[in-house]
């Protein structure tokens, strides 16, 4: 979907088109203060005091008939540059308008835009005439409170979109319907999933049976894949002390991003926002020797960040969330080989969930921000070019982007493009000589020296969450066999002569597979919707035939077909679709 507010005609068109519903909204309601109505990457919104009339979805066909009236007017667009005495002047009513001109640094331009009879404070730019604008729609109504704060008045947040033509915008609404089918709270919803709940808190989702059999699956799966490769999986507590956090330079540089501390019998403890500096501990727990190395420590960790109450969503963004996390401890002379481990495993999972659509960035520091990373220009400058060096020996493309490094080092990140929304990074592998110091590990070197190892931070899945959220949006929730909540769906046509046998079948797959026996009082066209609707991979229909022969009649979901083998071809039929991931 494309960002508007990255694309130079779509933002300037949008930007105008904000000043053309806030112009229809006052006419259709003369008492409205505005606010701001910015571009963002979906279109525009403008956030409007309505001083005491109401705005509902119902309404907006009306404001887009009055949109429309004056577009077809063709007023041109008037820029004009005020002083700071003009602007205060020609706002004297307009309390927002006159806090925003308050606000302003000395010296700054101050310009509004004027189209017929309404004027607007605005930095542009704008097109020249509202003719232009013909092709919008909008498209929410939401309340927004007063500069962010809730303290504040509550104003009404009106969403639009603008395109230069009818058949870019029909494209657009065309994708938007789109992504409201893939949208994971949604299907989360629909699905049974999780739920959220502000009495427990935002951005702290619930797992509900079906979700919690996916996350169960996506943990096996990861640490069996973990273990092959000499994993060893560790259990940690979700919370720590202030005191560590100072020790990894977390409390110094990612402070904002955690949860308050809780005094608890004279010690400050927090809840945790990442797993590393546990994995230090344990590391130190033990004297280790060069022919220990590598030590591979991996958690499914729980995790916690107060991120922005705007930033939350669903299960891919919230306070809470679990992270396929590991730490390697490595000489300097294995960074590659394991490096190289480490990409091997992301692109094999992603060959397993057929993700292909990604791309690599290596995250480096920005060197004029002295606050963001870890002081030390030699070792920032020795550990960019060892991942360089390595990413180009293993032959992997890749571009470079200044200022996304972790603070104590260089990283690959893996981004994927998703069905709904812009790219996220699911991947991620760091190099880190920083955390290995502070912490004082060591290992025993093979002339009885002791050195301090090199840590490499990866994470496959990123988090179970965020990935369940990517896996939901990219298949519209129908999930492959092998992770499907409920696998397979069994139908009795008619309960009276066929449940018995319907039940011997349960009985006999429930020991294999997730199964269901659906025996409602309801007829077998209702029964069968309710098994496609719960994107059921598997529907048995049991009757008079398959009854008699000890058969099984079997559908895959959306389609029509109907296949009938033995019971044991079945059997073997589905553990071969599970076991090869397909």
């Known amino acids: 979907m494309i960002n508007i507010k990255e694309n130079g005609k779509l933002n300037t068109l949008n930007h105008s088109c904000a000043h053309l519903m806030a112009q229809a909204v006052k006419h259709l309601y003369p008492k409205s203060l505005f606010w701001v109505g910015p571009v963002i990457e979906e279109g525009f919104y403008y956030d409007i005091d309505l001083c005491g009339d109401v705005i509902t979805e119902d309404d907006l066909p009306k404001i887009e008939k009055e949109m429309k009236k004056l577009a077809k007017d063709g007023k041109r667009i008037v820029r004009r540059e005020l002083t700071k005495v003009e602007a205060l002047e020609m706002f004297k009513d307009d309390k927002y308008k006159v806090d925003l001109i308050n606000n302003m640094e000395d010296g700054t331009v101050i310009s509004a835009y004027t189209q017929g009879d309404f004027t607007d404070l605005c ?63 949604k299907l989360g919803k629909e699905l049974g999933i999780f739920m959220s709940d502000d009495l427990v808190g935002r951005g702290l989702p619930m797992y509900l049976p079906n979700g919690y059999v996916i996350w169960q699956e996506l ?132 060959k397993d969930f057929n993700i292909t659509d990604y791309r690599c960035v290596l995250s480096l520091r920005d060197k004029n921000d002295k606050e963001k990373y870890h002081p030390d220009d030699e070792m920032w400058d020795n550990a960019e070019q060892e991942l360089r060096d390595v990413l180009n020996e293993l032959g992997i493309e890749y571009t470079e982007e200044i200022g996304e490094a972790a ?74 066999l092998w992770l499907a909540p409920t696998q397979i769906s069994i139908l009795p046509v008619n309960n009276e002569y066929h449940l ?68 044991d071809e079945f059997i073997t039929y589905v553990t071969n679709r599970i076991k090869d991931k397909n």
């Open 407 to 480: 603070f104590y080092g260089p990283k690959l990140d893996v981004n994927v493009k998703p069905a709904v929304g812009n790219e996220i990074t699911l991947s991620t592998c760091q190099l880190d000589f920083c955390l290995p110091a502070k912490f004082d590990l060591k290992y025993v070197d093979s002339d009885g020296t002791k050195k301090t190892p090199v840590v490499l931070h990866r994470a496959i899945l990123g988090s179970l969450d965020r990935f369940m959220a990517f896996l939901l949006e990219e298949t519209k929730g129908v999930l492959p």
């Open 123 to 185: 930095r542009g730019p704008h097109v020249e005439t509202v003719k232009l604008l013909k092709n919008f729609k909008l498209l929410k109504t939401s309340g927004a409170y007063y500069k962010g704060d809730s303290k504040n008045q509550m104003l009404t947040r009106i969403y639009g979109v603008c395109f230069e033509t009818k058949e870019e915008l029909d494209a657009h609404l065309q994708e938007l319907e789109e992504a409201k089918l893939r949208d994971h709270r």
């Open 500 to 567: 018995e046998y319907a039940k011997d079948i349960y009985n006999e797959l429930n020991e294999l597979f997730r199964v269901e026996l659906n025996c409602k009082d309801e007829k077998l066209s209702y029964r069968m919707r309710e098994a496609q609707t719960s994107k059921i991979p598997l529907t048995l229909i049991l009757g008079d035939k398959e009854k008699e022969d000890n058969l099984i009649s079997y559908r895959l979901f959306g389609s029509h077909e109907t296949t009938t083998v033995s019971k």
């Open 219 to 350: 943990e096996n799966y990861i640490k069996e894949k973990e273990r092959k490769l000499g994993y060893k999986h560790v259990m940690t507590p979700a919370v720590g002390n202030v005191e560590l956090y100072k020790t990894s330079g977390h409390w110094d540089h990612y402070k904002e991003n955690m949860f308050p501390a809780m005094e608890v019998d004279g010690e400050s403890f927090v809840l945790r926002p990442m797993n590393c500096p546990h994995h230090m501990m344990i590391y130190a727990n033990t004297l280790h020797s060069y022919k220990d190395l590598p030590i591979r420590i991996g958690e499914i960790a729980h995790d916690f960040r107060y991120e922005a109450s705007g930033a939350l969503k669903g299960i891919e963004r919230g306070r809470h969330f679990c992270q396929n996390d590991a730490h390697l401890f490595v000489t300097k002379e294995q960074i590659k080989d394991e490096f190289k481990n480490v990409v091997d495993l992301i692109f094999d999972v992603y």
